[in-house]
T-cell receptor
Framework: DAGVTQSPTHLIKTRGQQVTLRCSPK?????VSWYQQALGQGPQFIFQ???????QRGNFPDRFSGHQFPNYSSELNVNALLLGDSALYLC??????????FGPGTRLTVT | QKEVEQNSGPLSVPEGAIASLNCTYS??????FFWYRQYSGKSPELIMS????GDKEDGRFTAQLNKASQYVSLLIRDSQPSDSATYLC??????????FGAGTRLTVKP
């Protein structure tokens, strides 16, 4: 039973560029949530997708956008990258309501 | 006031001792509470969930919840060096987003 997968593992981008991160949920899960974790901090909620719609959004600017596909996989897009966007980006999957399981994360470095 | 507060530590206990990790939260409507373990450089791993007042035991782990006091704790019995990690408390006030504390770093010394 495959767990949550994310790609890529690491990414280095230049300020102002755009980035797309990908997530495949755990088998049987239909909900994907995205989090940003800065060094030494807990994960911060970005948004959650369910039935291909953004169900809830955290306190992140519109530069952060996402998408969920019919197979429940999801993408996180960040435009106009800032140095402060450097972080570990975590995807978590769950059933519509329930425990969330994290993928391995994507380490984004903005230079 | 932060939504979820944890003592950042580091908390150091000897091998075989009980490690006690504490967490307070501010949103009274919260119904779901979780403990995650995060090893350095890795992603969080769910170790316990608790939804009702009282204790919930799973192996060496016991989660305790007191909604009236807005307090949740995690006890680790017979602590092992492999338990050394950061422990994240998470609160799910609306079944959608989770609010995390900054984590408590635990070190178990052989």
């Amino acid at each position: 039973d495959a767990g949550v997968t994310q790609s890529p593992t690491h990414l280095i981008k230049t300020r102002g560029q755009q980035v797309t991160l990908r997530c495949s949920p755990k088998s049987g899960h239909d909900t994907v949530s995205w989090y940003q974790q800065a060094l030494g901090q807990g994960p911060q909620f970005i948004f959650q997708y369910y039935e291909e719609e953004e169900r809830q959004r955290g306190n992140f600017p519109d530069r952060f956008s996402g998408h969920q596909f019919p197979n429940y996989s999801s993408e996180l897009n960040v435009n106009a990258l800032l140095l402060g966007d450097s972080a570990l980006y975590l995807c978590a999957s769950s059933l519509a309501v329930g425990e969330q399981y994290f993928g391995p994360g994507t380490r984004l470095t903005v230079t | 006031q932060k939504e979820v507060e944890q003592n950042s530590g580091p908390l150091s206990v000897p091998e075989g001792a009980i490690a006690s990790l504490n967490c307070t939260y501010s949103d009274r409507v919260s119904q779901s509470f979780f403990w995650y373990r995060q090893y350095s450089g890795k992603s969080p791993e769910l170790i316990m969930s608790i939804y009702s007042n009282g204790d919930k035991e799973d192996g060496r782990f016991t989660a305790q919840l007191n909604k009236a006091s807005q307090y949740v704790s995690l006890l680790i019995r017979d602590s092992q060096p492999s338990d050394s990690a950061t422990y994240l408390c998470a609160v799910n006030p609306n079944n959608n987003d989770m609010r995390f504390g900054a984590g408590t770093r635990l070190t178990v010394k052989p």
